[in-house]
């Protein structure tokens, strides 16, 4: 029986995947800051763990607890809308110690595992933004086209060890609670001449017309990571990312 342990399982993509890789009969070793055992169904196959990806002690208790494992998904992350113009640097650094450093430390904590028995998956959950950028999206959108170019790197570094490295690009997924996080990571960042402009954004993230992400389109694309060694290394996950993802690869 395979094992896989995904971070940020609380809610939105981590919980879905969680729950998916649980209904496939994999074992699953659920990891979020605050643990809660009432989102997920019961089952002998079920570990939650508690973990904080910006905490080292916090990775490495929840590393050893969990054991062996076959995958790692990186999916915690945060957002953040910002003006470079009023940027905190205190929220950008908190942005990318969860989304970029939090994933950098994941897998380093892991990887040993994985070379040793030559082999393992890890799979990194970024953006579409990094494909065609939005405006006060900055902070985040670096951190997670950081994270792209580590993946890509360290692909390189892992694939003489049998260690497979996948990056799966969700889009604008308004069914989650990304929309609302941003919201209360903004606080008072966005000034007067930028309200009108917030306002857009905003009104577009919660938007649910058109082409959108779901939670089972990344959890589906995060199953094809880890299950078919065939696969792409870049996987966009849901309508908007497929099409965003079509004139980016072509540009490339």
């Known amino acids: 029986m395979a094992t896989i342990l995904i971070t940020g399982c609380s809610s939105g993509f981590g919980l879905d995947i969680a729950g998916l890789f649980l209904d496939r009969e994999w074992s699953v070793i659920a990891t979020m800051r605050t643990p809660r055992h009432d989102l997920l169904p019961a089952s002998d196959r079920l570990r939650i763990l508690p973990l904080d990806v ?125 929309g609302a996080n941003v919201r209360a990571r903004m606080g008072l960042d966005i000034p007067p001449a930028y309200t009108d402009l917030a306002a857009l954004v905003f009104a577009r993230l919660h938007e649910t017309t058109g082409a959108v992400t779901h939670a089972a389109d990344v959890s589906e694309a995060v199953w094809r990571a880890a299950t078919d060694p065939a696969c792409p290394m870049k996987l966009p996950a ?14 490339a």
């Open 238 to 251: 849901g309508a908007d990312a497929v099409e965003w993802f079509g004139p980016a690869s072509a540009a």
């Open 54 to 178: 910006t905490d080292a002690g916090s990775i490495a208790q929840a590393v050893e607890t969990a054991g062996p494992i076959d995958v790692l998904v990186n999916n915690a992350g945060v957002g953040m809308l910002n003006t470079v113009e009023e940027l905190s640097m205190a929220k950008a650094r908190e942005v990318f110690e969860t989304n970029t450093f939090g994933t950098i430390a994941m897998t380093s904590a892991v990887l040993p595992q994985f070379r040793q028995r030559r082999a393992g998956v890890v799979v990194n959950v970024t953006s579409s933004v990094t494909l065609r950028s939005l405006p006060l999206l900055s902070v985040y959108t670096a951190s997670k086209a950081a994270v792209n170019a580590f993946t890509e790197s360290m692909a390189l570094e892992l694939e003489q060890f049998g260690v497979r490295v996948r990056l799966v690009l969700p889009g604008r997924a308004p069914d989650t609670a990304f």
